[in-house]
Structures are given as structure tokens and as C-alpha cells.
């Protein structure tokens, strides 16, 4: 009643007080507010920059700083970050010591090798990028120039034979490519404080051949897997003992694993070494031989299973963790990026096992090594790393592993031409030009991370309203040369226009709805986007989708069949057929499994009928937009392009050990975003930020003092100011006094750390409001 009566008596004209106090109270409140604000001084932030050029990007380029400031909470785009809110602890990033890696390292000079050292594990004070955690294979792998093991003969299941001195890997120079990663970490711990081991975990390609069941043409191999497991029952336990004794052989050579993956890449057979595993087969043998033998021989071990690509990491989850003595075992999952970022899946896998964590264990670009003058690609596979990285990290991962450290300027050396790109490239013989060491763009996007997010380091929520929303896939999104798959098939608000399709009657074409008339897509006016055969191989028998030309190859005669319809190629006399076929099929990685659609010998199966709608009416009337469904597994699923649209844009905080925050923010997109930053804990904030396109921005702050937060207003009470001052001018309280009490007091609010939860994202724990 008296905040309703002084504003009455001040809005009145002819109160002589209202009419003296306005001037006051204008001032007063003016005063309040600057004299509050100048009581913190702002907090600088660290602006470091990555940001494309065709000619001369920024590189880790330090900008100018920006202040932090009191500011009300942002209601347009901006991200905000609330370290109150804790998510899972980092323990860092790094890469793998290869043989491939090994080899280049040993042919660079003593003085380049010093160099490489730093370049990745020298603290970031001294212009290194802090890596603390690497991964060795367990014998060959693709990087190397050949298969070898350390125990080849048959049947030593005692391990006679084992070579506990790893010659092998001592002479390539693995295994001193990691003493001079540990050393520089020690030498981080004398200079800097920074007194973290290097967290180095092996992974086995293959057992040797010996132990794995014949592969399909009868012999054993390292280079094939039988399927659907590849190791020998009856060698189970020969097989972790083998693991085993090569931990205790490095540790003898002054390496020390932290821990192990069970296998690489469990679900791929490619050529390279490999040895699948269902995942209840790697589980038992992880319950029943590996688990107890490293637990005994090894007590501390960390044991991660399933090491392959995120599109199938819940079902291995459900499966390894599933069975209580297994679980006991497996500390947590390895993920590689090859089968696309998959985040539904890797949430699905935290809130599976919360006290298992994740970690992505492999990441890299094949077909080769793209140089600095191809600017473009060269720019786009850094991006498309940091992203995963990023996403990785915002669902639950604790870190992040590059694949080979080294390559030489062909990609390799690898013995099955499989070439891929590298962090760091080695030319020692300076053949491409004035350097001998190559940093690519992929090694300053990765050093936004890796600098930026020391051990210790914890996830922290954030609230992104600054990505702009992209629409769903569309008609425009279909591109000449994109590949056919399937997919669950959408409905209702969840249907997708790239599920719809058409049949030209009259040059009996099959289109993509709506492609002819979508200005983007390179159908556009050319009767739109038609089912073709790629190279017009029938043998091959591989589909694509490609601008109407109406020629054979575009061709498809519709017939009925019992329960469906089928899709004919006349020239090559074959049918369509839904397949389960290998990602390479379709562009993705070998060991990314798909459903796509294959041109086969005709037959009466049911991978060749399909239905073009409802189930009782198989032959949509008019050829109108329609799906073309088939079911599998009880499972409805649809053809459609294969359109890759990753996120364009997204940010990432955490809390570092000493308080301060880190915020990683990515924009791959073609147009510059601009936002604010805000502090929801310290209600300081930096306004109006923008982000150049194709750019990656770490903003680093240091924690406020308590005396300097204690003195921040709190949004949520500053409101009240006026109506305060208001009342004080009812009262006519004298202006020193005035002024004096316009400064608003703020609540010490106590941190709480809060929980994550699988519904709301987190639960809040009980803390203290003193």
C-alpha cells in the first residue's frame, strides 16, 4: 500500500513533493545503477580465433578482448552459460601413435622432432596444444606397412613365443614417439604445475591369425574376419592373456597404458585387420577372460568396449553393461565419427549407464591428404572434426582422439592404400615446399579444444538461442550423385518430402517430388531428380539420384506382384532390391552399416516388392506424390536421397579447474552470426558478439572475486529499484540518504551443482541460500 501511494502522490501534479523529487529520483537512480556497476570493474574475456580466408585465415589468432559487464538477461540471440549446472569431467584430448605416425617421426630431424612434441603436448603457454591422452594399436593395423604380432606361432596358448621386448614397436619408433610425449608432459609438470600422466590406450585390429575362426575362403587371416565373430572361442582366454602381456611389455619399455579397448571397430570386415564381434560374444569374453585377467594382472585397467561409430552404440550399451558380472568390467564405450554424429544415440548410452563414461576414440578425413590450396575442402574436413568434436562433447563424451598423429604427404604409409589426412603432415625432404612440417587447418580447429579444455575440466550448461533454425530437408536439398538408402518411414508432422516420389508415365521416370520445380536442386526444369544407374553399370548395379535425362539408365517399368509392386530396369533386365549394405556403398564409412537400394537379378522376394502407400493399395491412384516402403524387422522403412546437413552452428562451456569458463562456439555456415554472451551466474555479460562465418571462437573468462560477485545486482530483484525510490520520495527521505539506499543489496547465492537427469536434462541437489 505505501509503493501504490507514493507512486499515486508522485504521478498527482499538485503535490509540491512529487513535483520537487522527480528530478532527484531520475538522478538517484541514474547514480545507483552507474555507481553499482563501477563497483565491479569487468571481467576481461580472451578472444581466440580460427576464421576462413581464401588467402590468409586466422589461425589461433589471438583478437581483441572483450569485457564481461552487469547487463539484464539477454531476450534476443545470445548464448548463456550457468556453471551451477555440471555435467561430466574432461580428461582430454590427443591422438594416435601408429606405426604409420612412427615412421614419419623417425624420418624427421632431432631438431623436428622436438618441434612435433611441442606442436601437440607442450603446455599452451609455450604454443603446444596440452595433449594428454593417446591410443596405440595392439599389433598391425592399416597404418602399417605390413601385418605382424608378437606371438606367431600356432597353438602357443601359453605364450612361449610372446616377444615381451616388442622389437617391433621399439624399432619403428612407436615406442619412442610416446616417451617423448611423456617427458614433455613431465616437463609441463616442473614448469607449469600441470602434473598429469599421459592417458595412452591400446586397441587391438586383430589377434593373430591363429586364434580367429577361418574366414570365408577357408584360411585364418589377419586381414579377414569370419563372421559373425572372428576370434576362436576355445582362444578366448590365450587372447586376454595376449592383451595383457603386451601391457606388461610396455610398461617394461617405460610405458605405461592406462587403459584398453576390447577391439577396433568390432562390426567392420574391410580388408585391413579386423575380427568382428556380436555384441553378446564381447561381452562374454570380457566377462569371463579379459575382465578377470586384466583385473588381475593389471588392477586399475580401464577396459572401453565397442570402439566403433555412434550409429549403433546404444544397442552394444544395452548389451555390454546388460549383464551385471560383464558390467563390472567395462569402465566405458569408445565411439568413432565415421557413421555421423548419431547424438540421439550417444544421450540414449549416458542415460544407460551414467556411472560409464564415453569416449571418442577415432576421427579422421580419407581419400588422401588435402593441402592449403584447395582452400575450400581444406577447410570444410577441419570444420566437419570440430564439429564432431563438439557434439561428442556436448553429449556426455570426456574427451577426444585424433587418429595418426603423422602422415606423410600421401596420406600413409599403409598397406592397403587406405591414405587419410593428419593433423600434421611430415615432408623431410621439403617437396612441397619450404617446410617440413605442415600444419593443417584440422590442428587449429582441434587446438580450440585441446587448449582451451585442460583436464579437469567439466561440461557446464549453456542455453544456445543464437543458431539459426534451419528448415527441414527439402526438394532443394537434392544434389546430383547423392545415393539412395532407407529410412524409417516418417508421418504426419514427421513426415519427410524426400520419402515422395513420382512416376513419369510417359519416360517412365521415378523423381523425387517436387525436384523439377525446387530452384536449388539440380533438377530444377529438368524434369526433376531421377532414379539413375551410377556409371550405367549393371553389374555394379548402384543407385543414385541425377538430373532427368530420360535415358535407359533412367528408365524403370512398374509391375505387380503378389503383395506389392516391383521397380524394373529393362536395359539391364534387374530388379530394385532392398539391401543392408556396408556405408561404403553409399559414400559413408566401410563400416557404417545401411539400408539401400541395389539393382539384382529379378525374383519373388520380398526385398524386391514394395508399396507405394497404404498396405491394401499398392498402386497409388494417378501416380500422385506416393512412398516407396518396404518393411523390415516389423519396421516400416521408405527410399530417399541420402542428404548429409550437419548443424551450422553450436557452442559448448565448461568450467576449467582454476574456476574460469571456456565457451566454444562453431559457425560452418555462410553467413556471419552475431549475439550476446551472458554470464547467468555473475549476471555479467558482453552484447552484440559476432562470429565470422566458417569460424571457430573460444571466448575464455576468469571466475569474479566473491567480493566482486557478492556486489553484482541480481536481475531478478533489480526491478524493484524504482518502486523503492519511489517509496523513500513518498516518505521524503532526504537525498543522501536517497542516493546512499539506491544501491540494491544482492543475495550471496551458494553454487549448487546440479545432476543430470534423463527427462529434464538435470535435477537440482539440495544447496544453501545464505
Not at 64 to 75: A, H, I, N, Q, V
Not at 112 to 128: M, N, S, V
Not at 694 to 705: E, L, R
Amino acid at each position: 500500500s505505501s509503493l501504490a501511494l507514493g507512486s499515486q502522490r508522485l504521478s498527482g501534479s499538485a503535490s509540491p513533493i512529487g513535483s520537487a523529487m522527480r528530478p532527484m529520483l531520475a538522478v538517484s537512480a541514474s547514480l545507483g545503477f552507474l555507481l553499482n556497476a563501477g563497483s565491479v570493474a569487468g571481467v576481461p574475456v580472451r578472444v581466440v580465433q580460427t576464421a576462413y580466408h581464401p588467402i590468409k585465415p586466422d589461425l589461433l589468432r589471438e583478437m581483441p578482448p572483450l569485457k564481461m559487464e552487469p547487463m539484464g538477461k539477454p531476450t534476443g540471440p545470445s548464448i548463456t552459460v550457468d556453471s551451477r549446472t555440471k555435467f561430466q569431467e574432461i580428461i582430454g584430448f590427443g591422438g594416435a601413435f601408429t606405426e604409420a605416425a612412427a615412421i614419419n617421426y623417425m624420418q624427421m630431424t632431432p631438431e623436428d622432432q622436438k618441434e612435433i612434441i611441442r606442436l601437440y603436448f607442450a603446455d599452451p603457454k609455450d604454443g603446444g596444444h596440452g595433449y594428454s591422452i593417446g591410443r596405440v594399436p595392439i599389433g598391425s593395423c592399416d597404418f602399417s606397412p605390413e601385418s605382424y604380432n608378437f606371438d606367431d606361432v600356432a597353438g602357443d596358448v601359453n605364450l612361449s613365443h610372446f616377444d615381451y621386448t616388442v622389437h617391433h614397436d621399439e624399432k619403428s619408433g612407436m615406442l619412442k614417439f610416446i616417451r617423448d610425449a611423456q617427458d614433455e608432459l613431465a616437463a609441463r609438470c616442473e614448469k607449469h604445475g600441470f602434473c598429469h600422466e599421459l592417458k595412452t590406450y591400446a586397441s587391438p585390429w586383430s589377434p593373430p591369425a591363429w586364434m580367429k575362426y577361418p574366414a570365408a575362403d577357408g584360411g585364418r587371416w589377419m586381414t579377414e574376419s569370419a563372421m559373425p565373430n572372428g576370434l576362436d572361442k576355445k582362444y578366448m582366454r590365450a587372447w586376454a592373456k595376449y592383451m595383457s602381456a603386451f601391457v606388461y611389455a610396455y610398461k617394461q619399455k617405460g610405458v605405461k597404458l592406462w587403459g584398453v579397448t576390447v577391439q577396433n571397430e568390432p562390426e567392420a570386415n574391410v580388408g585391413w585387420e579386423a575380427c568382428l564381434y556380436t555384441p553378446q560374444y564381447m561381452m562374454e569374453f570380457v566377462r569371463d577372460h579379459l575382465g578377470p585377467v586384466l583385473k588381475s594382472d593389471h588392477p586399475g585397467m580401464v577396459i572401453m568396449g565397442f570402439d566403433h561409430n555412434k550409429d549403433h552404440v546404444h544397442d552394444w550399451a544395452k548389451v555390454l553393461y546388460g549383464d551385471p558380472l560383464a558390467r563390472k568390467y567395462f569402465d566405458g564405450i569408445g565411439v568413432h565419427w565415421y557413421g555421423g554424429l548419431q547424438t540421439r544415440h550417444l544421450n540414449d548410452t549416458h542415460f544407460t549407464a551414467p556411472d560409464k563414461f564415453i569416449l571418442g576414440t577415432e576421427a579422421c578425413n580419407c581419400g588422401g591428404v588435402v593441402f592449403s590450396n584447395d582452400m575450400e575442402v581444406w577447410w570444410r574436413r577441419a570444420e566437419a572434426l570440430a564439429l564432431d568434436a563438439l557434439e561428442d562433447l556436448l553429449f556426455w563424451a570426456i574427451g577426444w582422439t585424433d587418429w595418426n598423429l603423422l602422415l606423410n604427404a600421401a596420406g600413409g604409409p599403409n598397406h592397403l592404400d587406405n591414405l587419410c589426412d593428419s593433423n600434421i603432415i611430415c615432408d623431410p625432404h621439403k617437396r612441397l615446399g619450404n617446410d617440413t612440417i605442415i600444419q593443417q587447418a584440422s590442428y587449429y580447429f582441434l587446438g580450440h579444444f585441446s587448449r582451451y579444455l585442460p583436464r579437469g575440466s567439466r561440461r557446464i550448461h549453456r542455453i544456445n538461442n543464437a543458431a539459426p533454425i534451419d528448415a527441414p530437408p527439402s526438394a532443394d536439398d537434392v544434389k546430383n550423385g547423392q545415393k539412395l538408402v532407407f529410412k524409417p518411414c516418417g508421418s504426419g508432422a514427421s513426415s519427410s518430402p524426400l520419402q515422395q516420389w513420382e512416376y513419369d508415365q510417359i519416360n517412365s521416370g521415378f523423381t523425387v517430388s517436387g525436384t523439377n520445380e525446387a530452384k536449388k536442386s539440380d533438377g530444377y526444369h529438368h524434369d526433376g531428380m531421377c532414379i539413375d544407374i551410377s556409371d550405367g553399370d549393371c553389374d555394379v548395379g548402384k543407385l543414385q539420384l541425377w538430373a532427368c535425362a530420360h535415358g535407359w539408365q533412367q528408365q524403370w517399368q512398374l509391375g505387380r506382384r503378389t503383395g506389392g509392386m516391383s521397380i524394373y530396369n529393362i536395359a539391364c533386365d534387374k530388379c530394385v532390391t532392398w539391401k543392408k549394405v556396408s556405408g561404403d556403398w553409399v559414400g559413408l564409412d566401410a563400416g557404417v552399416h545401411m539400408q539401400a537400394p541395389v539393382l539384382e537379378n529379378c525374383t519373388n522376394s520380398p526385398e524386391q516388392t514394395f508399396h507405394f502407400g497404404a498396405s491394401d493399395n499398392p498402386l497409388p491412384p494417378g501416380m500422385s506424390p506416393f512412398p516407396v516402403q518396404i518393411e523390415e524387422g516389423g519396421e516400416k522403412v521408405c527410399m530417399q536421397p541420402l542428404v548429409e546437413r550437419m548443424p551450422k552452428f553450436d557452442a559448448g562451456a565448461f568450467q576449467t579447474p582454476d574456476g574460469g569458463t571456456s565457451l566454444i562456439v562453431l559457425n560452418s555456415g555462410e553467413d556471419p552470426i552475431k549475439y550476446d554472451l551472458y554470464d547467468a551466474v555473475t549476471g555479467l555479460g558482453a552484447a552484440g558478439v559476432t562470429i565470422p562465418a566458417h569460424s571457430i571462437v573460444t571466448y575464455i573468462w576468469g571466475a569474479p572475486d566473491s567480493d566482486s560477485l557478492a556486489s553484482l545486482p541480481d536481475a531478478s530483484e533489480s526491478v524493484a529499484w524504482p518502486a523503492l525510490l519511489l517509496a523513500l520520495a513518498a516518505l521524503a527521505v532526504p537525498g543522501a540518504v536517497l542516493l546512499h539506499l539506491a544501491l540494491p543489496c544482492r543475495r550471496r547465492v551458494q553454487p549448487v551443482e546440479l545432476e543430470a537427469e534423463a527427462d529434464s536434462g538435470y535435477r537440482p541437489m539440495l544447496g544453501q541460500v545464505a
